[in-house]
């Protein structure tokens, strides 16, 4: 190419760049993309994500169902910022490994495939830092709080922020403080109500992608379960093929064929058109490569395993979901709710009492215990919770032991360690300090006698303790307070599917919860040194 040539090529390059102002232009011009769909991007399949492209807002959110392309979206928000205006953006995801994954598949193939891209970058050997001339893209996992500090960036994106910590999701947004002009943008498959994503969409504008119904004209979008007719009993059915989605105005079947034609010239309309922050909310009958027996496939396994229909409503459906006995619910409360009033005092009752430690307040439960012998002390006994309430110095709980005569007791390791060491000192042989690990079989106790600590598996002693509801094996005073009640409900179980092919459960919360650890701790306090106080222990003066 002579000079001339050269100089002209430079020039249309120039001018055409100027014409870029959105991400939307901005990938159509320079994202190329590998296999399954290779060649220059385009939104022809998936017309919906355009205006998420081209928003404005600077707070989004997207709720969305898996199998969409949203990280791909949001590699082309981040490169357009840092391609076209300079800016340093920050991209968490939930791990390090995560972001190891995304930096060496993701981002590295977005390199490889497009020469536009790849000449942006001047050093991409670093995992976690990649440099654009005068932009950074720092690559982080939500797990590491360290990695999310001292990173002043102007651009955010939260891959899948409900599989990350609160004090991580606070640390990545506080990266925008004292910047001009930032944009952020939470991304993740929901799992339940008033977590991460679903509790951030609910306070955006709720946008919805509507188009034209082929068959009536009227508009419409795909929400379940209005939008899908589900054929067949078991996914063994021969009919199972027939599922299929429908208009919810004309009731008509919409050909899975022709989805991409008729999705196209559709717009977002939200709910709430004058909040701030913009919500999209996205499910797999969207999607080009899901089809509707895969649908009514992953629906059917639903019906008789929790685990596959915490699965289908997350990541299918794109909404927020507790699988049935997840979550203690009022009528539950209500039902052991008894007819005594609190610091009541039977005689002759062991007593224990588990606090909860939580920001400014330390909450507290003291439960007394029908106790049946045997191999599961907490399954066969029943619990009278005496009292509930909280405090804010560690030195007020001594004063609750001595005037409820309470015989042992269990108290939050974090965050005030010190205090709670000086806790269970202070009642030597009758405390312990509590750490929840990972990993433990069922609720199994490691006990430390020397360092007055145990260690619990939390999902399984948060089923014990929230269980009681259930089962009413709890009988609490008639006076129980409004907050104690909203708080047990709060932790929600959920179920996944773990990298060894498991069911596991977990439970989430969305708001406080100290009263349900409280309870919790109560529990682990009974099987602790129940066993410890032996036949000749004087119940009646325990301190």
Same mark, same amino acid.
């Given at each position: ?9 430079? +020039? ?29 991007? !385009? ?27 949203? $990280?791909? $979206? ?21 791990? =390090? ?123 419409? !979008? ?17 009919? +199972? ?11 008509? !079947? ?12 559709? $717009? ?16 797999? =009958? ?10 009514? !496939? ?154 007055? $600590? ?90």
């Amino acid at each position: 190419m002579s000079l001339l040539d050269t100089f002209k090529a430079q +020039i249309r390059t120039g001018l055409n760049r100027h014409t870029i102002v959105t991400a939307s232009q901005w990938a159509e011009n320079y994202r190329m993309m590998g296999k399954p769909e290779e060649g220059p991007w !385009t939104f022809h399949r998936r017309p919906f994500l355009r205006e998420l492209h081209n928003s404005k807002a600077e707070h989004n959110v997207i709720r969305k169902a898996a199998q969409l392309g949203l $990280t791909e $979206t949001a590699l082309n928000l981040v490169l357009f910022q840092m391609d076209m205006h300079g800016r340093d953006s920050l991209y968490v995801l939930p791990t =390090l490994t995560d972001a190891h994954d995304f930096s060496a598949g993701r981002f590295n193939a977005a390199i490889d495939s497009s020469e536009h891209i790849a000449k942006m970058f001047s050093d991409v050997k670093n995992v976690g830092h990649k440099r654009a001339k005068n932009a950074n893209l720092y690559i982080r996992g939500g797990k590491s709080n360290s990695g999310l500090k001292s990173v002043p960036i102007g651009i955010l994106v939260l891959d899948e922020v409900d599989e990350m910590s609160k004090r991580a999701v606070a640390l990545a947004y506080e990266r925008l403080s004292g910047q001009d002009d930032t944009i952020s943008w939470c991304i993740s498959t929901p799992t339940v109500p008033k977590v991460g994503v679903s509790e951030q969409f609910e306070l955006s504008t709720q946008e919805w992608y509507y188009f034209d119904c082929p068959l009536c004209s009227r508009k419409i !979008t795909l929400r379940w379960p209005e939008s899908f007719v589900v054929v067949g009993d078991t996914i063994a059915d021969p009919d +199972i093929h027939k599922s299929h989605i429908k208009c919810n105005e004309c009731n008509g !079947t919409l050909p899975f064929d022709s989805k991409v034609e008729y999705l196209q010239g559709g $717009t977002w309309e939200a709910d709430f058109p004058g909040r701030p922050s913009r919500g999209f909310a996205l499910n797999q =009958l969207f999607s080009p490569t899901v089809t509707p027996e895969q649908f009514a !496939t992953s629906y059917i396994r639903g019906l008789s395993d929790p685990a596959a229909e915490q699965e289908f409503f997350n990541s299918k459906c794109g909404i927020p979901y507790v699988v049935a006995g997840g979550q203690v619910l009022d009528d539950e409360i209500e039902e052991c709710v008894g007819n005594y009033m609190s610091g009541t005092l039977p005689f002759g009752k062991y007593r224990s009492i588990g606090v909860d430690v939580g920001g400014r307040w330390l909450h507290y439960e003291v439960d007394e215990w029908d106790v049946v012998g045997g191999a599961d002390i907490n399954a066969r006994s029943k619990c009278r919770v005496v009292e509930s309430g909280k405090v804010q110095k560690f030195e007020e709980i001594d004063k609750i032991m001595r005037r409820l005569r309470v015989h042992f007791g269990v108290v939050d390791a974090n965050p005030e360690k010190r205090k709670a060491q000086e806790l269970a000192s202070r009642f030597h042989g009758r405390f312990a300090i509590c750490y929840y690990a990972q990993g433990m079989n069922s609720r199994s106790i490691r006990y430390n006698e020397d360092d007055a $600590t145990v260690t619990v598996d939390r999902t399984s002693w948060l089923d014990l303790a929230l269980g009681r509801f259930r089962s009413k094996m709890i009988a609490l005073p008639s006076d129980i307070s409004l907050e104690y009640r909203q708080q047990i409900k709060e932790p929600v179980r959920r179920y996944r599917i773990n990298d060894n092919g498991e069911v596991v459960g977990e439970y989430l919360s969305g708001g406080d919860d100290h009263f349900a650890h409280a309870r919790t701790y109560s529990e682990i306090a009974l099987t602790t040194f129940m066993p410890l106080m032996g036949a000749s222990h004087n119940i009646e003066s325990p301190l």
